[in-house]
């Protein structure tokens, strides 16, 4: 190697580690948390907190029920709280519910879905591959080894089964993303949800959170809040609005699916089903023996563990990246916005 | 399927042209440098771009182009009760979530309820978030059951609210502090039995003390140590136990559903569940602090 060809590798390994440096630094002073861009905002400022979320429980109740409740010791959330999700986007958008309970001649969304899930090849199986086969309901969908769907799976079957132009990403906060420091579990917790409830702000449409350590999966219908989720961080958050695949629906007063926590509940006790079961909603980081870490692709390692984690709808289709954004594969940073190029 | 092609042929197209890029021809060094010169560049431009145009983490930005969300029809209507011209002020949302109470009394407990944030949102809310809280009971007051190294979570008040026809709809769980000073209102819970059948106005549990200390009799053989009562707690179930199949599990539990503690003369102490069912501490899902 010459003089020359040995500056140019100096200046070159300089380039590198400045810029790796500047991209391992987050750039978390400047940040301003953006998860999805703002379309549409269903919300009442009238003596109280301000409704962000889904504007109808008529439709909450429509997109459910004869599909909810699971067993109650079944894996079956992942697949439930999507289906919920995508029939709610379909109303909203005045289209017909693409996951009815009657779906597929009668068969039902849940054995519909996991019965597509038995496929090995694309799109059922992420670009990376797909976790060791573990149960018939993750199937092949899975990135990691699951008791049920994983997060990349739920992300999947809400963007194939959606209506057209739509497009699902999963979404992953851990306090590193935001803060030099780590703050305590409530605050970090608050923070995440704060960067959820912007996807309820921008879309007006329930998310799928990962709860109870990733055990299970519910969807959140809205928040109230004393401030706007995507002008502060965290939000003034009041209650969260829970819809719980475990639960009943009803159009009447006994839905059993239904049912509100307090930001104290939702980040240091825990709360209570509709059978009074206790969840620890998001007391507690995802991950445990049954929900792990994903185990293929660019994402194993710590991805959702250390943090918290949803699905959502939003509108990120740039094909800049291979295969393209709009790939429910990838994952996005929820406090920056951005594509997830490792765990 | 040809996105699948496409994706694939654009991999390896990629793969190609990084491989010739580093491996160059053999045995020189020029290509691998321009390599290195090339990559370090890069990663730099990619840094200062991102770092001055926009605040992020590493990754590339969504791009968020697609097409707008369509507009959601509006809410279904809703009355307002409060803060219009014709209705009287809302009530004023306390600051933090910690209001006190003038007295550990359920007339004290419900007023501070109605300064919640919670409880002004049920008058007001919008969508999928309005629970009608109108018709209070009298909130009762239920002590957590305490194992060794069960969960701790806080003592509540329960406030059920009737409907139109009387049953009970919704129950409204209030956290109260150790000093019995301030309550938090902490949830809105389903007041129908977990069975999707209305549940009957003023109904915690259908079981009365008395047919819980029976229950234990009959089932368990065991009478009421003497002396004791039963006391109605509440039990933290682990939902997760029994969704992971790890337990088998089927009675409602939490606040809304609370369990009798019979103290019984063998010295152990059971629970009566609110189908009438007798158990042992240890036969409870009961949840462990982590």
Known sequence: MGQFERRVTKLSLALLLAGGGLISMGFQTSQTAHAAPVHVSHSSSVGGPTWYGAGSTTWMVEATIGIWP??????????????????????????????????????????????????????TVSHWGHATYTNYTGGYSNIAADFGTDPRSV??????????????????????FASAT???????????????????????????????????????????????????????????????????????GTDTSHFFVSPDQWTRYGGNNGLGWHYDLWTQYYG????????????????WSGGYTWVQRDNNTSNATSPGEWDPDWAFNGYSGYIMMNP | MARDQQNTSRLQRRFARFRSLVLGSAGKSMPLVLTTLIVGSIVAAIAIISYSGRSGGVGTPGSGTGPSATPAPASPAVTLSCGTATTPAC????????????????????????????????????????????????????????????????????????????????????????????IEAGEIAPGALPNGQPRPHGQLTPVAASAAAAAVHVQRNIALRAGAQPALVFVVIDATLIETGQVKWTAPAGP??????VPGADGHDYLVDTTGQAHLESEVPIEKAS
């Open chain 2, 256 to 261: 809304q559903n609370p369990f009798w503690l």
């Open chain 1, 182 to 252: 780590a703050p305590d579990m409530p605050t970090q917790a608050l923070d995440a949800t704060t960067l959820m409830a912007r996807g309820l702000e921008a879309f007006g449409e329930p998310v799928v959170a990962f709860i109870n350590s990733g055990a299970h999966a519910v969807l959140v219908s809205g928040v109230y809040s004393y401030s706007g989720p995507n002008n502060s961080f965290p939000a003034q958050i009041d209650e969260l609005s829970i819809r719980d695949p475990m639960g009943t629906p009803s159009y009447s």
């Open chain 1, 70 to 123: 699971q067993p109650s010791s079944s894996n079956y959330c992942g697949v439930e709280t999507a289906t919920g999700m995508v029939n709610y986007d379909a109303l909203n958008s005045s289209a017909s519910m693409p996951l009815p309970a009657n779906y597929r001649n009668g068969q039902g969304p849940v054995s519909a879905i996991t019965a597509d899930n038995q496929s090995q090849s694309s799109p």
């Open chain 1, 155 to 176: 992300a999947y079957v809400a963007w194939n089964y959606s209506i057209n132009n739509r497009w699902y990403h999963d979404y992953v906060y851990r306090w590193q």
């Open chain 2, 91 to 182: 009530p004023t949302p306390s600051s933090g979530n910690w209001i006190p109470i003038s007295s550990d009394t359920p007339a004290a407990v419900l007023a501070a309820f109605k300064q919640s944030g919670m409880y002004a949102a049920s008058l007001t809310g919008k969508g999928d978030g309005s629970p009608d809280l109108s018709r209070p009971e009298t909130p009762v007051f239920e002590r957590e059951l305490h194992i060794p190294g069960g969960l701790i979570v806080p003592d509540v008040y329960v406030i059920p609210f009737d409907a139109a026809d009387g049953s009970l709809t919704w129950f409204a769980i209030c956290n109260i502090n150790a000093t019995h000073t301030a």
């Open chain 1, 288 to 303: 445990n023996s049954k929900d792990p870490d994903p185990s293929v692709g660019i994402y194993s390692g710590a991805h």
